[in-house]
Structure formats: structure tokens, C-alpha cells
């Protein structure tokens, strides 16, 4: 029997591969890197934060528009799954205060490590510096490998597993998007996702405070709102609390422009317990000193208020520091994005994840056109898919042969 060919030996082509090989089928999995899991490994570098332990329709909720279309899959492999499936590897899991789940070791290598050494027990032939460039006229695959080297494979299933468009020196270029579009898959621009925005800081800002993260604040954008740290850097605010706000962030620019995030500078005291204690200050007070004794700003803060008002402001203190307003231009591009949103349409694939146009090719991982904030949900929803289609190609085989 030809091989199942995975392409792409990110999470979602390893999670296939693992599946289809599990059904006793042969697999190959062909990566352009010289080595698999170059994504895994980085995200590794940030603690691995593998799923979340929040309930189920909250957790699935996450994926907003792709929700309905991914909620079988979660189902099938959920984050209770995956921390089992961590354990079988070796790697227990615990649950952070935030909710979070990370692997004890916080790292990615050593569940990368043992996650390989299961798929060559079962028989799966990874090949590295294998770069997919599409299909010939007879329907097979074809591979670049370098030093004008070509290879043309014949396979009995493909799973496309090619990832997103963010941090390409990892692998995930996107550039596999011409070989689909050449064969009339329906497609969506990529836009950066769980990403930084620019924002045009003054050099006084700049000179004092890039790098530094600005704690204790909330974040608000229309409905949506976040608690988490960010980071002042050269070109804009990054951080968890931007990259969660960082999708309807991301479309309100591109359809109307420039945006202003508010920032709460005291989130846990509501405006009438502001007015209290700045109420109780000495008259003889500097706006500073109200600032940092009565009302607890950090210098961060403090910088970001005087930045917005100037140093001689007479206004209302308490709206000022409960709406701080931060005008953000535009999001900073795909390539220092945590991931993409984009890719394979859903209209593209059917509810096996397999290309409508082509029978036989499915779509798996972060090339499909789904995303999720920061937490864990992107991992999830890799494995997820990536399992989903190495299950639908294990039932076809095992029903044709
Ligand atoms: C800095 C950072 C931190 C992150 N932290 C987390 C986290 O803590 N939790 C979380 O849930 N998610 C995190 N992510 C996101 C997560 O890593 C990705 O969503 C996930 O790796 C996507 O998996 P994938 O298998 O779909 O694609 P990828 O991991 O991108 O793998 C795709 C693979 O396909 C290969 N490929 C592409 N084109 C070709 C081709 N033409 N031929 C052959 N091979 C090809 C690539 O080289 C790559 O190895 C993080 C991402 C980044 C960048």
C-alpha cells in the first residue's frame, strides 16, 4: 500500500502522523526544515502552555467564528486528552493560577523528544529539508530538496500540516498558499493574530521606559477587555493583555483606522473609591505625588498618564486614570506574530477537514482559517485537527482495504 504523506512536521502533521500510524497504516512525514517542530520548540521557550483548563463551551467559545466548525474535533481531543496525552509521553501537566496548563517542565523538548521516539516506534519515516511545492499533471506530490534535486511521491492520502504565516525563519512561511490557490482552493488573506501594535510613543517614553512592562492595569477596547501584563517596546505595546485584545483590535483598524485602547490604571478600585481616597489627600499634594502615594501608579504609569494629559493637568484625576486613552495605529506585521489568522477557508473543506476540490488531501493545524487568543487554545485546536484527519484517512483505509 503507497504511504499516507503528512507534510509539515509541526504539531498538527506530528498529531496526524501519530494517528494514522497508530491504525497500523504507513505514514511519511515530509518537513522543510532540517529538523521537525521548529514552532513547538519556540513556543516552548515561553513555558509551553499546552491547553486550558477552563469548562468546555467557554473554552470552544474561544475560536469565535471557527467554533462551530472545530467544536467536534475539541471534543474528540480535549484538553483533558491532552494532558493525558502529555502524561503518556512522560510529561505531567499542572494547572497555573490563571488557568492555564503547562507542562511541569515548562519546556517543549522533552515532549518533543518522546513524542518522536513514539512515531518512529510505530513506523513513521520522517524526511527533514523536504520542501512540498505542489502536484505534477499526474496528481503526485512534489518535493524540492535542495541542490536542484527534485522528488515526485505517489501517496494513498495527504494531509497538508504547512502552519500559518508567523515567524517564518521557523518554517511557517505560508508560501504553500500558491500551490492551493493554483488549484482553485478558496483561501484567506493571512493577518497577524495574538500580535503587538504600533503606537507613537514620545522619546521621553522611550528613553525612560522601553522594555519596561506596565503591571496592575487593565485593558479595554469597545466590549472587550483583558488583565494581563504588556510591554512598552520601540515600536508599539505588545504583551498578553494586547494580544488578547489584539483581534477585534486588528479589524476595527482595518476598517476604520487608527484605534484608541483605554487603560485602567487602577483596576482594582472603582471610581467612587478613587474619588475617596484623592478626596483624603494633602491639598498641598503634586499631581506626582497623588498619582504614586494616593493612588498607587507605578513610574510606568505615572509616565504613560503625563504622556496622555501633559504635566499640567487640571481634570478629573479619577476619570483620567480610569480611561487612559493610547491611540494604536496598526498591528505590527505576521512576522513576530504568536500566530495567524487566515488560510485554507472553511468552505474549502468538509466537516473531515478533507479539500472538497481534491479527494484525499486534508487540511490540518494553523494553515485553516481559525484563530484563538493566547492560553493554550492554539495547541489544542492543532492536535485537535491534526487527529481529526488522521482519523478520517484511518476509517477510509480501513474500509477500502
Ligand atoms: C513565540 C511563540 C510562542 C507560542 N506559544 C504558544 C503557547 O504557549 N501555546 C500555544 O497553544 N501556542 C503557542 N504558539 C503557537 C503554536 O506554536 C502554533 O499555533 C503551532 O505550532 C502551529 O502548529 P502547526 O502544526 O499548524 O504549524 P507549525 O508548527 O507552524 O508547523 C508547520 C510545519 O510545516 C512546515 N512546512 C511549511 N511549508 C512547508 C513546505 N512547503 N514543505 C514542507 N514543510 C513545510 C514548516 O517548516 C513547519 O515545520 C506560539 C507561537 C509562537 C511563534
Keep these: 500500500m503507497r504511504p499516507v504523506a503528512i507534510i509539515g512536521a509541526g504539531p498538527a502533521g506530528l498529531a496526524a ?10 505514514v511519511v512525514v515530509f518537513e522543510q526544515m532540517p529538523s521537525p517542530g521548529r514552532k513547538l520548540l519556540m513556543a516552548g521557550l515561553g513555558g509551553l502552555n499546552i491547553t486550558h483548563s477552563e469548562p468546555a463551551d467557554s473554552f470552544i467559545a474561544r475560536y469565535s467564528e471557527g467554533a462551530p466548525t472545530l467544536r467536534p474535533m475539541i471534543e474528540a481531543f480535549t484538553p483533558d486528552d491532552m494532558r493525558q496525552w502529555c502524561l503518556d509521553l512522560g510529561e505531567s501537566t499542572f494547572v497555573g493560577s490563571s488557568g492555564r496548563v503547562f507542562p511541569d517542565s515548562f519546556k517543549a523538548s522533552p515532549l518533543l523528544r518522546a513524542w518522536l521516539v513514539k512515531l518512529d516506534r510505530l513506523g513513521v519515516e520522517l524526511r527533514n529539508r523536504h520542501r512540498w511545492t505542489g502536484w505534477d499533471e499526474g496528481g503526485a506530490l512534489t518535493f524540492d530538496l535542495g541542490g536542484g534535486e527534485r522528488l515526485v511521491f505517489q501517496a494513498s492520502a495527504t494531509v497538508l500540516a504547512l502552519g500559518g504565516a508567523t515567524w517564518p525563519r521557523l518554517g511557517s512561511t505560508g508560501a504553500w498558499k500558491s500551490a492551493l490557490a493554483e488549484r482553485g482552493i478558496p483561501l484567506s488573506p493571512f493577518e497577524p493574530s495574538n500580535c503587538g501594535f504600533e503606537v507613537a510613543w514620545s522619546e521621553k517614553i522611550l528613553d525612560a521606559h522601553e522594555g519596561r512592562p506596565l503591571k496592575n492595569t487593565g485593558f479595554h477596547f469597545g466590549e472587550f477587555s483583558a488583565r494581563a501584563e504588556a510591554v512598552i517596546t520601540k515600536r508599539g505595546i505588545e504583551g498578553g493583555a494586547i494580544y488578547a485584545l489584539s483581534a477585534p483590535l486588528r479589524d476595527a483598524i482595518a476598517a476604520h483606522g487608527p484605534q484608541t485602547l483605554s487603560l485602567d490604571l487602577v483596576p482594582d478600585l472603582n471610581a467612587e473609591a478613587v474619588h475617596h481616597r484623592l478626596a483624603k489627600a494633602k491639598s498641598k499634594d503634586s499631581l506626582t505625588n497623588r498619582l504614586r502615594k494616593t493612588l498607587g501608579l507605578s513610574e510606568v504609569q505615572r509616565a504613560l498618564f503625563f ?32 500566530s495567524s489568522n487566515g488560510g485554507v477557508a ?12 481534491m479527494a484525499g488531501v486534508y487540511a490540518a493545524g494553523e494553515m485553516l482559517d481559525w484563530e484563538a487568543p493566547t492560553g493554550g487554545y492554539l495547541l489544542q485546536a492543532c492536535l485537535a485537527t491534526g487527529r481529526w484527519v488522521g482519523q478520517a484517512i484511518a476509517a477510509k483505509c480501513s474500509v477500502n482495504t
Design 346 to 357: 472553511w468552505e474549502a473543506v468538509d466537516s473531515r477537514l478533507q479539500l472538497h476540490a
Design 17 to 26: 502522523a501519530e494517528v494514522v500510524a497508530a491504525a497500523g497504516l504507513p
Design 307 to 338: 504622556e496622555s494629559h501633559g504635566p499640567g493637568f487640571t481634570g478629573d484625576i479619577a476619570a483620567a486614570v480610569k480611561a487612559l486613552p493610547i491611540k494604536v495605529q496598526r498591528p505590527f506585521g505576521l512576522e513576530r506574530a504568536i
